[in-house]
Each structure stands twice: as C-alpha cells, then as structure tokens.
C-alpha cells in the first residue's frame, strides 16, 4: 500500500489517481503516526516551499517521512516534494528544507524572462541522462521523452552522485531528478506527463531498492 | 528543448461542450469527457476548459465534470469561467484542475491574482484577457466579451503577470470565431511585454496559423477550438506541421 502524504496543499487527486492508474492502491497520509504503516511513501507539492515545510514540521510529518526513509521505504518526491529534500530554498525568504539530499533551492536567473525564456517554466521538456552512468529504473521509462514540468525555482545537489536526471531551460542546467539509496525525486509532475508520467509509476511501483 | 504547446479549448455549458462564434450563436459539440479522451490520445499538451455559462447553479457540474475528466485523462487541466474567490479555486484545484482561469474578477478586484498566486502558486493561476482593438490600442472586455472596460489590455496583462499570474489566456475578440488566424500584433504586444506565458487564442482557421501564433506572435502556447472539435485537423497533424517548420514539439 502507498501512502500519499496529504499535508493539506498540493494536488492529491491528481497524483492519486496516476497512481492508481499505474496499478498501485493509495491511501491519504495525514497522520504522521500512521506513516509507518505503509510500503511506500509518496510526497506531491504544489505551491509555496515555505508554506509546504511549515505544514510538514506543523504535523509532525517531516520526521515521519524522515524515519521512514530511514527505515529503507521506497520514496518518491514530485516537483516542490522533490524540493523539500534539499537542505534550503530562498523561494520567499530563506527556508530550512529536510536536508535528504545536499543543495540549494533557488529561482531560474533573473534575466531569463528577458533573454525570453518564461517564467514559469512551463511545458514539456526533456529527461536528460548522464552518458557516463547507468539509468535509474525508476526514471530509464522516460528515456527520449518529454515530461511536464512547472516551476519557477529549481535546484542542483552539491553531490553530482546525486544527480539522477537533468533539464535545461535557457540554457540553465538544473536537477530533472534527484536521488540516493530508496529516494527518488522529479521536479517534472509524472501525474500529468500521460503514458511517460505513468510509466514512471509503473516503475517505482516495482522498484526494490 | 521546451516544446511550444497546443492546447484544445473546450467552451463548456451545463456540462456540455459548445462552440459559439464572436461569443454568440453557440451550438453544441460533445461530451467533456469524451473530447477530453480523444485529445490526449491524439497528443494534445493540456486541455483548457472554460464554462461560458458560468452562473452559481452550475458549478456543481462543472466541478464533477473536472473530477471526471481528471479520473480518464492525465495531462495538465485548466479550468476558468466565473471564478470570483480564492474558495472557487481551491475547490476547481481540489476537483482535479492543475491551472485555474480568472477573467472578469480580475478586472474587478485585482488584489485576487496577487492572492491567488501566493497562497497557490504563480505556476497556478492564469489571467485571461479577452481584447479588442479599440482606436489605436487593444481594450479589454467582461462578461465573456460584452463589456468594455477601458483598460489598456496589454498594460493590463503585465500587471496581472507582476501580480504572481503565471500564465495570460489572451483570446483576441476581433479574431475569435472568424478562421482568419490569431491577432499577431496584438499577441506579440502582449508575450514581449511580460515574463508570464502567454497562450494565443482566438481566429484558428489552419495549421498556418498555429505556426503565425508561435514564430510571429511570440505565443510559448496556442489555444484552438474548432478546428479540432469538427474534425478538420488532429492534434497530431497540428504537430507534424509545427514541426515542418522548425517549431519544437512533443511528439507523444
């Protein structure tokens, strides 16, 4: 059983759904305590990085998600739930995030609206994998497909091994993907990238790290 | 590479789709549901869904109908029509929608952008802007293009892009409904002034077109109805074309 951390924001249903589609059975977490009680742990965000570690640490759910990574659980982040993990976020001040994974959330450079690359980054774009290192299985689905991402900050982990996948948005490289051991974490939203989003699904469904 | 979008507009009423031409003379067009499957299958990059008969009765069943659509189809959803409080987003987004269209609200109280953006995202919030030429400038219009408003539409749309909106759903009022292709001036005004997206709406007659709207107007989306409704094009056609001409798409 998966359990979807529900920590009031975010798009649950969305995320849900995929999940189900995919062939997994879900449950809403909104209990930290309960935690413990499911197989794998999934994480979504939307919304403000503050707003979404402050609801987490007022529910006792970031040290709940935290033992349970410890604790060897398959995890997946999405977009600000991949985020969270990184150690701060300067989205709206300077925020302590879980510190999983070493690294810096920050904005896409200022100029980049007037170089006329958007802000957000918004639409589908690329997965791109180092040549030098095996595919991750949860993410080798997504080889030469487009995925859908939107979000204004991004971050880069201080540890390159941490890197999974990368994108590129006006020539700015930043982490598609991040991970280490049982975390796996995309900054795209599998949930509405259609068959490539559920085919990641499908794989985490199946991933025994 | 970021791919330009295409993105199917389904004009919804009483949970039907509709297509009505210069906002009036509407006829029906199908089911949300259906229509909603047979564009992703076909590709399509999100889908929007505007209820143009938005009134307090019929948002029950708009929100089941996003509910429904979001249980078939697995793209980005927006949704928009009568959004007047930050409640009528959080129940859309609750329903199942990704992006929530704020049009006449935003002319009346813009501190809701400003609202919405922070308490939900800028990646969140779309601001349509239905314009028209008036004079020497664009002017923007309520009511599903009924009344004027006298404010510049493209010193609106950056405004509105300041305040936190993420995206502009720009339907130019002249084109809508007539095949001759989207405002290009009016589309390129209003991308090169502001940082947000920017989705051309409004005129598609041809794949020609589609291409205008990105290579000319500037547009990072472009937004048709009727050309993919009635048969005439499939999305996939509509990408093959873009592509022909040096437009970065997604092929699904």
Known sequence: ?209 | MLSKRIIPCLDVAHGRVVKGVQFVDIIDAGDPVEAAIKYDQQGADELTFLDIRASHESRDTLYHMVTEVAEHVFMPLTVGGGVKALSDIENLLHAGADKVSINTAAIFTPELVKEAAERFGSSTIVVAVDAKSVDDHWECFTHGGRKPTGINAVEWAKRMSDYGAGEILLTSMDADGTKNGYDIPLTRAVSDAISANVVASGGVGSLEHLAEGLKEGHADAVLAASIFHFGTYTIAEAKGYLASQGIPVRQA
């Open chain 1, 1 to 209: 059983m998966i359990g979807l951390v529900n920590y009031g924001m975010g798009n649950l249903h969305s995320v849900a759904k995929a999940l189900e589609k995919a062939g997994g059975d879900v449950e809403l977490v909104s209990d930290a305590e309960s935690l413990k009680n499911y197989d794998r742990i999934v994480l979504p965000g939307v919304g403000a990085f503050r707003d979404c570690i402050g609801a987490l640490k007022e529910s006792g759910m970031d040290a709940a998600i935290k033992a349970e990574i410890a604790a060897g659980k398959p995890f997946l982040g999405i977009c600000l739930g991949m985020q969270v993990l990184m150690d701060q976020s300067l989205e709206f001040g300077r925020h302590k995030g879980l510190g999983l994974i070493p690294g810096i959330v920050t904005h896409f450079p200022e100029d980049h609206a007037a170089r006329g690359f958007k802000i957000p980054h918004m639409g589908w774009n690329d997965v791109i994998f180092s040549s030098e290192k095996p595919q991750h299985p949860v993410l080798s689905p997504l080889a030469g497909k487009q995925v859908y991402y939107v979000h204004s900050y991004c971050c880069m982990p201080e540890n390159p091994d941490h890197l999974l996948a990368a994108c590129s948005y006006g020539n700015y490289p930043f982490a598609a993907a991040v991970g280490r051991d049982n975390i796996v974490a995309v900054q795209f939203h599998p949930e509405k990238s259609q068959s490539a989003g559920l085919a990641l699904m499908e794989a985490f469904l199946q991933w025994n790290p």
